[in-house]
């Protein structure tokens, strides 16, 4: 069904040297799309090294704060979609590197959505939030997307901020209601907290945990009692994919803000994760040492699903222990099967439920 709309379509995905993106990438070459990549040097390790001589992609290494080089290489490859992900993406990281943290965010997206004004043909765009850009009251009900826009830590606000330039570049410059002038369709998905196969990031959970399982070292387990709405990498990119297609066929109806999060059973402490992948893995170990001096962190985050479910037609199709299934099987062969066609596997088999 996606396939239909992507194939032989220029898609410019922001962020293709991150994790989501890799991902992102797999599944669109997959479907036939032509795709452009913008963001910085990979990391190493990081999927997309391990994938990218597989990937057919045009990659071009440059920074979102880079106004002019941004927009130019958005204009020169006129994109019939964009899915921006570029980011820094990490709540801790934004502690210790606040400002780059709101200027890469921030005006990372009004440069995007700036040069997008000045593209010369419909375009689809879908920008990449988060389910932290809520003002967390630690309530027990799950957030939608009319609740309080937010956030304590520089990342989480700086999530919050990316909605509001989002919310007034689509009011001022890709109004709905004035669509034929413009030919813009401008949406925001905010996603839970994405886990998978691939993902080297520092002080994430499950990068920690597989790390520690791999050196059979037990892992520090910083903030075990904190509830997320986990899910497995390819929920949310089907959402976002959904939402470029619905948001193409439709794109006055759907330029909306939507959460794409996992039903509420699969929403879990922390430790109840780490046990799952331990059980999931077959042998290690967590500790759970007391830290006075920790960062704050939000401690209960829950996502309701509803709008993007009746809306979009979306909805998850993994529960908590295939995701953690499916990242252990990535994990344990990654270093002897080709990382592209592990990715490749788990994309038909999840197109395929
Ligand atoms: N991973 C999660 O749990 C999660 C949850 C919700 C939302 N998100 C959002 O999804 C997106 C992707 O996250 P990820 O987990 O893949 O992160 P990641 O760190 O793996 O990837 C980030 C990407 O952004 C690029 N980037 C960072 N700063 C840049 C800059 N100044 N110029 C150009 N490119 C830059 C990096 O090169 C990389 O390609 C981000 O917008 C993030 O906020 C992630």
Redesign the pocket.
């Known amino acids: 069904m996606l396939k239909s709309t992507y194939l032989n379509k220029k898609v410019l995905v922001?962020?293709?040297?991150?994790?989501?993106?890799s991902w992102l990438c797999v599944w669109l070459q997959l479907m036939g799309a032509k795709v452009k990549g913008?963001?910085?040097?990979?990391e190493n390790p990081s999927l997309y090294k391990l994938i990218a001589k597989d990937l057919e992609i045009e990659s071009y290494i440059?920074?979102?704060?880079n106004r002019e080089l941004f927009k130019q290489e958005i204009l020169n490859f006129e994109p019939d979609f964009i899915f921006h992900?570029?980011?820094?993406?990490?709540v801790i990281a934004s502690y210790e590197q606040p400002v780059e943290t709101f200027e890469?965010n921030v005006m990372?997206t009004a440069h995007l959505l700036n040069a997008v004004r000045f593209l010369e043909k419909p375009c689809t765009v879908v920008c990449?939030?988060?389910?932290k850009v809520y003002e967390n009251n630690e309530w027990i009900y799950p957030y939608r997307e009319t609740d309080h826009l937010g956030g304590h830590d520089p990342y989480s606000s700086s999530?919050a901020a990316c909605e509001i330039v989002i919310q007034s570049y689509r009011r001022s410059f890709f109004n709905p209601e004035h669509y034929n002038n413009h030919k813009k369709g401008i949406a925001s998905a905010r996603?839970?907290?994405?886990i998978g196969g691939g993902?080297f990031?520092e002080n994430r959970i499950v990068p920690d945990l597989i790390k520690a399982l791999e050196n059979n070292q037990p892992l520090q387990v910083r903030n075990p009692q904190a509830v997320r709405p986990w899910q497995h990498v390819l929920e949310p990119l089907s959402g976002y994919l959904l939402l470029g297609q619905k948001l193409y066929n439709n794109p006055t109806e759907f330029a909306q803000a939507y959460n794409f999060g996992p039903w509420p059973q699969d929403t879990m402490p922390v430790e109840s994760l780490v046990k799952l992948l331990i059980q999931s893995w077959g042998s290690g170990d967590y500790h759970t040492p007391e830290n006075k001096n920790k960062l704050h962190e939000a401690g209960l985050l829950e996502l309701d699903i509803s709008k993007a479910v009746n809306q979009l037609n979306w909805q998850p199709k993994l529960n908590i222990s295939e995701t953690v299934n499916m990242i252990t099987t990535w994990a344990k062969n990654y270093t002897n099967q080709n990382p592209f066609d592990l990715c490749r596997e788990q994309v038909e088999g999840y197109v395929n439920i």
């Open positions: 922001t962020g293709h040297t991150g994790f989501k993106g913008y963001a910085l040097e990979a440059g920074d979102i704060r992900l570029a980011a820094q993406p990490l890469t990372g990449i939030t988060t389910d999530k996603a839970g907290n994405v993902d990031a």
